[in-house]
Structures are given as C-alpha cells and as structure tokens.
C-alpha cells in the first residue's frame, strides 16, 4: 500500500449489524450519540448520559441506523488505553469521524477527500514522517514568538468589541475571530489573503449550520452552486499558494508542507489539499469553543474568576482546567485491527471504537468532583481534550497560548465581564459548537 491508496478503505459500507461478541454490559445507550441535536440541547451537556454509560457499560455498543454500529467508551482509564495502542486501534483503517464509510452521504468530493488524506487519518509508517514536518511551528520557541502577534490581535479585537458594547455576541468579535488569525500566521497566508480564508470558513460553517437546521432536502439549487463554487474556489488557493511555496519557499507552515517528501515522494494533490486544511478545521472552532466555553465557566463560577484576577500566577492551570471543563472535541474513532479485549469486552477485527472525551474529563475516578471548575486542580493538565498517544494534538500548545494571551487581557480589561445567558449551540456531534454567546462587558 502506498500514500495515495491509504483511505479507499473508508469508502466501504458496512450495514448495521450486532457486535461479534455479546456486550458484556447489557445497558441500552441512554441518548442516540450520532444524532447531531443531542449535543445542541440541554445547553449542549450530555454529562448526566455519559454519566450512565461510565458506570453501567463503560464499553457500551452503540447501534447505528446506516452503519455498522461501534463501541462507545466512556471511562478515562479505557480512552486513554485506545489512544496509546495504535497497532490495535487505527486511524487508518476506517479514519476517525463518524461519518467515513456511510451510505448515501450527500458530499463535495474534493472537501470529503482533502478530510480523508491527512495526518490524522494515518498510522505508522505515514503519520510519523508527516508529522515530524509540522513540528517546528509548534515548538515552544515558535509559539512564543507568535503569542507577540496574538497578543497585539486580541488587544485590536477588544477594542472593536468595547466601541460596539457593553453587550456583544463574542463568538462573532472574538472567539471566531483569533483562531483565524493564528492560524493564518502559523500558515503563512499572506495578510491580502487572509479576508478569503476567514470567508471561505464562516462559509463552510454557515452552510452547513443552514443544512441542519432546514433539512438537507431543503436546500436550494443556487444554494447548492454557490456552495460547488466558494469550495471549488479555496480548493483552487490552496494548490496556487502550495505551488507557489514549492517554487519559492518561505519560513512558514505552508512552504513545510509544500515541500514534504514520503517515501521520495512529494505529497500528491489530494494530500496537499489535506493538510493545510487540517490544520485550519482542527485549529479553528476548537479554539473557537473552547475561548467561548471559558467564558460561561468564568460566569458560572464566579469565585473563581475572583482567585484567578487576585493571582496570576494561576493562569497556565487555569487554561487546562477550562480545556478540560469545555472538551471541544467530543469524540475520536478507530478500528481494531486484530481481535481484541477492552475493558473485558470482547472487540472483534474491523469493530470500530469511538472514544468520548467529554465522558473521560469528567470521570470521578481521575477528576475528584469533575464537574466543579477548579483552577487549583493538581492533576488538571491530565485531560484528554487533546488526546494522548501519537496523535496527541499537534496545536496544543497554540491553543493553550491563545486562551491565556486572551483571558490575561479580557479580565484585565473588562473585570466584571459575564455572559447574560443567551447563547446558541449548533447541532454538532463531533465538536462542541457554540454559535452564539452574548456578554456583557460590564464597562
Ligand atoms: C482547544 C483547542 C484544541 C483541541 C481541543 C484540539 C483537540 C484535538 C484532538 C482531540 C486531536 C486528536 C488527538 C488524538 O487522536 O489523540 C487533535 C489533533 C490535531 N490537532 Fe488539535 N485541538 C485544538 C487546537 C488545535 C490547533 C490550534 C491546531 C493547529 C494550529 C491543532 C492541530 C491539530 C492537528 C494537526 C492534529 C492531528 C495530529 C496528528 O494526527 O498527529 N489543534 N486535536
């Protein structure tokens, strides 16, 4: 097998169908984990479910109406195992969204395969070369230097937001705006171009918001062509500017991956096209989420808020316990490779496993009273919010840099900062997605 032919695999349709083996625990899911909605109501918590599963099934099959079905883990201690043991559970084999290797999913084929090729849908011996090429943009001597241009940005778009207060939607001002800019920085996009990228993305993101709220059967043909051609045109930049790094390559992110070789090789149009986007999907509304989700956190437990403007120092535990409390991203999927054992549950080959970080952060058995925000928490660094193992996000470091270059500025300006309490979650099983969060700057 070589890179080019790694994800057909994920095209194979598999029906529905029961697990080889018995489930160990006989314990129906308590909500349908595919349907997108369950994430969007009750203000997006899904913690008293997880709850449930954790403590009657911690491997709990899961059904699913057009696929195959899969195992839903829910423990801290057994997400972690899947993580580090990527000779039996793959990214590769069936990749890790829900969605790969579903029937009749209406799809823009460039889009679905740019999601396919990337890192994050490979195992050794692919992932590890490609990886390595990124590493240098991550690296803490780089993310220092960046956190100079965060810093200047976040002090730009607090401005904006107190000309335009003292109540703003900052999902709009602030949490969509900041990861667009690191991301564009890391990257490389020139200033000029950046305007397109931040429109091709809240594109992307309304379109599909549009889709699930009026029913895909509703959507119009100019809808549908306006769609083909904003995706067709960022396709289009995307090879011009890789093109363009490859003749003449600069010190950035874009000119790395431009210039990547596997095997002798450099990388196909279909892997390039899938690793710039990669990095912008998985750098940008999980940013996003979790620069938001902190703010509910900093509203809800006020006496916390309270410790941390009392002592800075706080400021680095503080962003992993509220990366822990908003778990962007829900979950991670893998497929065994071989027969296996889990938890004692018997996992048959091909068997897909999907791990729910959400349930992991707020397991009692690692996280003493896990849905108290405590940014004292010793162990708080400990959350799996950005996995573990060798696919252990790669931005993590920039998405810690940003919330804290974000909230040292915000409590520093706007002290009695809070949400009023409207917000608006998206219906979205993959990431936590809040569209809409008013606050009151208290200026
Ligand atoms: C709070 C923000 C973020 C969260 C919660 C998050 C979460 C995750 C998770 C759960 C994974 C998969 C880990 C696994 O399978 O074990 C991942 C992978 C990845 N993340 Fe992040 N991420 C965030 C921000 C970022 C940023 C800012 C970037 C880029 C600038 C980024 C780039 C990536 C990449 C490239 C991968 C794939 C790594 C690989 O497959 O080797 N992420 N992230």
Redesign the pocket.
């Known amino acids: 097998m070589s890179l080019e032919n790694v994800t057909e695999t994920y095209q194979q349709e598999v029906p529905p169908h029961a697990p080889r083996a018995t489930p160990v625990h006989a314990f129906a899911p308590p909500v349908d984990l595919t349907d997108p909605t369950v994430f969007s109501s009750n203000g997006g918590y899904t913690h008293d479910a997880f709850a449930a599963m954790r403590e009657n099934a911690p491997v709990m099959w899961h059904p699913e109406q057009n696929a195959a079905g899969f195992w839903a883990v829910t423990s801290y201690d057994l997400v972690k195992k899947v993580?580090v043991d990527p000779a039996t559970f793959s990214?590769q084999r069936g990749g890790?969204l829900m969605t790969y290797g579903l029937p009749d999913q209406p799809r823009h084929p460039l889009l679905h395969a740019s999601s396919l090729n990337s890192?994050?849908n490979l195992d050794r011996p692919y992932?590890t070369p490609l990886?390595m090429e990124?590493m240098h943009f991550?690296r803490p001597g780089f993310v220092a230097e960046l956190r100079k241009r965060v810093d200047v940005q976040v002090t730009e778009l607090l401005d904006a937001m107190e000309k335009q207060g003292p109540v703003v939607d900052m999902v709009e001002m602030f949490s969509a705006e900041l990861?667009l800019f690191?991301?564009c920085e890391?990257l490389g996009v020139p200033a000029a171009d950046r305007p397109k990228l931040v429109h091709w993305m809240h594109f992307l993101e309304t379109s599909q918001y549009q889709a699930q709220q009026e029913g895909l059967g509703n959507v119009t043909p100019e809808q549908i062509m306006a769609f083909m051609t904003e995706i067709q045109a960022m396709f289009d930049y995307g090879r011009y500017i890789l093109a363009e790094r490859r003749r003449e390559p600069k010190e950035d992110l874009l000119s790395a991956i431009a210039n990547v070789e596997i095997d002798g090789k450099p990388l196909s149009p279909e892997f390039l096209d899938g690793s710039w986007l990669?990095?912008v999907f998985?750098?940008n509304d999980?940013?996003r989420n979790?620069l938001s989700g902190t703010m509910r956190l900093l509203t809800e437990f006020a006496d916390q808020k309270e410790k941390l403007m009392a002592n800075p120092d706080l400021f680095p535990n503080f962003v992993h316990e509220a990366?822990r409390m908003v778990t962007?991203?829900t979950y991670?999927r893998r497929t065994a490779t071989q027969d296996t054992e889990l938890g004692g549950q018997p996992i048959a080959e091909g068997e897909k496993v999907v791990m729910y970080?959400p349930a992991a952060n707020r397991d009692p058995a690692k996280f003493i009273n896990p849905h108290r925000f405590d940014i004292e928490r010793e162990n708080a660094k400990e959350h799996l919010?950005?996995?573990?193992?060798?696919?252990?996000?790669?931005?993590?470091r920039?998405?810690n840099m940003q919330l804290e270059a974000a909230y040292r500025q915000i409590l520093g300006r706007f002290p009695k900062v809070r949400c009023t309490g409207e917000q608006t979650i998206a219906p979205n099983n993959f990431v936590h997605a809040i569209s809409s969060l008013m606050v009151d700057l208290g200026t």
Do not use: D, K, W
């Open positions: 993580e990214s890790i890192l994050i992932h990886r990124h991550f990861p690191t991301l890391i990669l990095i998985a750098g999980t940013t979790s990366i962007p991203v991670m970080y919010s950005f996995g573990n193992g060798p696919h252990v996000c790669l931005g993590q920039v998405a």
